[in-house]
């Protein structure tokens, strides 16, 4: 009898079991086919992301020959000879310069078109298809047009300003002006992007709340400060983290218009990190400035999301 019994305590313990796993297995049904959706994406991240970022913080720890495999470690004397190179500060002053000149700018001239745009005016959209229209133009193409509009002779910016007799200025060839010419090119190349997205962003204001300030007697610059910037600040914060991001990754217009010079006053990082990799074929080193380019932007991000989105309103 007692056989008996317990022969049915273990099936029903069996039978307890197989329920389980049922409902377990029933339960993460949802899991297993979001992960089946995910599959391509993360090969393809796993290929042209995660791996070359492994790739990177690898050879950023030994000297590499010319084929930019690794030859000998170092461990963190890449990362050292950098902290300690003149060439290295100088490229990361100058990139911290870029920064600040085309970030704010950009913004501010993106916000002020949109504004403009904003308004129920006939012809306004031939407006904004003109403010907008960079976004469809490639680096390669915009890098091009400025070239030629800094042209030290026959350029149209020093023609324009030798009509009020104003002396022509060597916007390529000057130190001072140079990084300068390649913040004007890349504000003009990233007025379009950040015009659609902050026009888009004040098209989706309640217009009730303009129309309860204007019945309160509220005046333009008022409903601005009040009404516009608080309600369109989650767009600014997006398109500010956006640009700050993509102004550290500048390449093709310095590549294109002065190659880092005059004397390296325009050797961004991104650039910095081209030459010592494809053209002194330094790979180490070059990796360990990528990497460090990673850490800045990151902390530098991160110091965003924690400052900038308290002032940030959602709702």
Request: hydrophobic share 50%; net charge positive.
């Amino acid at each position: 009898m007692n056989l008996v019994e317990a022969e049915r305590v273990r099936m029903k313990l069996a039978e307890n079991q197989l329920i389980d796993h049922q409902s377990l297995w029933r339960k993460t049904a949802n899991i297993r086919i979001a992960m089946l959706y995910l599959l391509p994406s993360i090969l393809l991240f796993s290929i042209f992301l995660f791996y070359p970022m492994i790739k990177t913080v690898y050879l950023s720890f030994f000297l590499t020959d010319a084929k930019g495999a690794a030859a000998v470690f170092v461990g963190l004397e890449n990362y050292i000879y950098l902290l300690q190179s003149a060439k290295f500060q100088k490229s990361m002053l100058s990139t911290g310069l870029f920064v600040l000149y085309t970030v704010p700018t950009s913004v501010i001239i993106a916000l002020f078109l949109a504004l403009l745009s904003n308004e129920k005016l006939r012809g306004i959209g031939f407006f904004r298809t003109i403010f907008s229209s960079t976004m469809g133009m490639s680096v390669a193409a915009s890098a091009v047009i400025w070239l030629f509009l800094f042209h030290p002779t026959v350029g149209t910016i020093n023609s324009f300003l030798g009509m009020f007799g104003i002396p022509a200025i060597r916007w390529l060839l000057d130190p001072t002006w140079a990084l300068i010419s390649i913040a004007i090119t890349t504000i003009w190349m990233n007025i379009g992007f950040s015009f659609l997205i902050i026009l888009g962003g004040l098209q989706n204001i309640d217009q009730h709340l303009y129309e309860s300030a204007n019945i309160d007697g509220a005046g333009y610059f008022y409903q601005l400060r009040r009404i516009t910037v608080p309600m369109l600040s989650p767009t600014l914060f997006f398109i500010i983290t956006i640009t700050f991001i993509n102004s550290f990754q500048s390449f093709g217009q310095v590549d294109i218009l002065t190659r880092g010079g005059p004397a390296e006053s325009t050797n961004l990082i991104v650039y910095s990190i081209y030459q010592d990799a494809f053209i002194n074929y330094q790979f180490g080193t070059a990796s360990a400035q990528a990497i460090m380019l990673f850490i800045i932007v990151f902390v530098l991000t991160l110091l965003q999301f924690k400052f900038g989105e308290r002032k940030v309103h959602y709702q």
